[in-house]
């Protein structure tokens, strides 16, 4: 058999770069031996990065866990979609719901890692204040860019309270407001290596990361309330999402309320959605009517893609999302499915595969 620790390093050096954006990827790979180890550099993603005396940077990373079992079991056992942070002081993590902000409210229990078959779906960034101290960068999204060109350099780009897109270049004292606003940001991501920002209106442009110039990347599609941009199978998506206010007036209060109590409430909630990918050589945004097999999740920081048959789910071609105005109502974690080909939205629990998706935990954890 083959001595795998005598691969040649060069070629150990190129897998590794193949692997620079999944942490956890990374790790396994470098723990193989001691030879694979020297020959590949740390993971660009630090559990924690001083930016300036105020804020600190840190990551969580999106996995879908199976259990280690029968390559062709029957029934598959279910996945778990967790969203994962490091403590970089110990050897601990917390899972957090992978559609919100908040942690999952689990008694502590193991989870080996290195072992468990896990597809990394993407990495969600935070600022942490250090001082506890008011800042005028309010944070809806952040979003991280290594800077191959200079050796452990980085540039991190989010929104503004302002609406407007803000910059920071690792080395640098703070943040750099870009001037450029037609009207407010929703989104930011990373694409191919490259930074981009989307409007309300969905035009978007890619942000330079050396000097915080714009070239357009798209013109605007106009249309709903609100737009993500997600990455899936190599193609950069604009979700459009359309809202409508609904009030209690309208008979949608949730029954643990009585019309005195609710009176006057209302809030947001989702009708429908428009997908487009991005046309990059004719800078616009081309409408898609079938995802095909993909599932588009959207976060509360993060929005990502995954395939149907991973999920272990009957079909794909759907969007999965948070709203609190369904919350408030009757979906499990305020949360609902929307279908490409039919237009319509379902409560997460009334759509098979998906409510198992997140928690409680499958019973392959062994959580008690």
Known sequence: MADWSELPKDLLHKISQLLLESPLYLLRFRSVCS?????????PFNPSISLTNTFSLSHRTLLLLNPNSNPNPNPRP??????????????????FHPLSRFPMKLPRFALDLFTLPALDLGREFLLTNTRHTRDSLYIEK???????????RFALLTIHVSGKLALFRSGEDGWT????????????????????GADSNGRTVRVRPDDG????????????DKKFLVESEGALLLVDMYLSYYSCTQGLFHEDFDEEDVAGMGW?????????????EGKKWVELT?????VLFLGD??????????????????????DDGLGFNRVLNGMGVFRLDDGKISPLSECAGFSELFCPPPDWVGLQ
Do not use: Q
């Open 35 to 43: 030879s694979w180890r020297s020959s590949t550099p740390p993971s």
């Open 78 to 95: 279910r996945p778990w979609l967790v969203k994962l942070s490091l403590d970089p002081h110990a050897s601990t993590a917390r899972l």
């Open 142 to 152: 952040l979003v991280f860019l290594p800077l191959t060109h200079r050796k452990d």
């Open 177 to 196: 407001v870009i001037p450029d606003m037609p009207t407010p940001y929703d989104d930011v991501c990373v694409f191919k290596g490259n930074l981009y």
């Open 213 to 224: 110039g714009l070239t357009l990347a798209a013109e605007p599609v106009f249309g709903g």
């Open 268 to 280: 947001e909630r989702t009708v429908k959605f428009d997908v487009f990918r991005l046309d990059e």
């Open 290 to 294: 079938d995802l095909g097999e993909r």
């Open 301 to 322: 920081d993060c929005a990502f893609s995954a395939s149907a048959k991973d999920l272990n789910l009957g079909r794909g071609n759907c969007v999965a999302f948070r």
